[in-house]
């Protein structure tokens, strides 16, 4: 079994700065890539930033110098950088592993999500 955890939300003002942490945990042969995702209410999910095993990595164009993922791979840890954020980053942030099982089977996993609020 895999779980997928999300941790460092809260409330920040605006052009402040946030970490999100988020680990992978159990059953697992191998991790491609993990992301961020975020959905604002009333808003479809959508894809904040992306890395690939190899550190490769992609963002949405409006966070793009303001957000940076990282990853350690020893630890199936992904993290997230928040800098100057705006009300508008406010968002339950979810926390994507695309993985290979111990069962090899490939599959994404979703963690609970984490709320990030931004005051203006």
């Known amino acids: 079994q895999v779980q997928v955890v999300e941790s460092g939300g809260g409330l920040v003002q605006a052009g402040g700065s946030l970490r999100l942490s988020c680990a992978a945990s159990?059953?697992?042969?191998?991790?491609?890539?993990m992301g961020w995702y975020r959905q604002a209410p009333g808003k479809q999910r959508d894809m904040v930033a992306g890395?690939?095993?190899?550190?490769?990595?992609n963002y949405a164009d409006s966070v793009k110098g303001r957000f940076t993922i990282s990853r350690d791979n020893a630890k199936n840890t992904v993290y997230l950088q928040m800098n100057s954020l705006k009300p508008e980053d406010t968002a339950v942030y979810y926390c994507?592993?695309?993985?290979?099982?111990?069962?090899?089977?490939?599959?994404?996993?979703w963690g609970q999500g984490t709320q990030v609020t931004v005051s203006s």
């Open positions: 994507n592993a695309d993985l290979t099982d111990g069962f090899l089977t490939r599959r994404d996993y």
């Open positions: 159990g059953s697992i042969f191998s991790i491609n890539a």
């Open positions: 890395i690939t095993h190899d550190g490769t990595t």
